[in-house]
């Protein structure tokens, strides 16, 4: 185990309190536990590229920080009109 997984254990701890913001809440705590949920999954996708020592796989944490930012609009979209 290097330094790199051991990074991606500790940042992998970080989902509990933004699935418990996604589970319960008003749907602005919902909103914010989304987009941090896709920022650490972006972040712990890149920490394991460099820990099994892929990086031509540096292609995937990048698409899904675009796509959770996409979600994040669509989801502030639908929740337009109860704000």
């Known amino acids: 185990m ?3 997984l051991l990074a991606s ?3 992998g701890l970080c989902l ?3 699935a418990a913001m996604c589970l319960q809440g008003s749907p602005e705590r919902r909103l914010v536990g989304l ?3 896709g920022t650490i ?3 712990l996708l890149v920490l394991l590229t ?3 020592h892929r990086p031509i796989l540096m292609d995937l944490p990048l ?3 675009i796509m959770s930012l996409a979600a994040g609009l669509v989801f502030a979209r639908f929740l337009e009109k109860q704000l």
Do not use: R, S
């Open 2 to 4: 290097n330094v790199w």
């Open 9 to 11: 254990c500790a940042v």
């Open 16 to 18: 509990v309190p933004c």
């Open 35 to 37: 987009e941090m949920t």
């Open 41 to 43: 999954v972006t972040l």
């Open 50 to 52: 460099m820990g099994f």
């Open 63 to 65: 698409t899904v920080a």
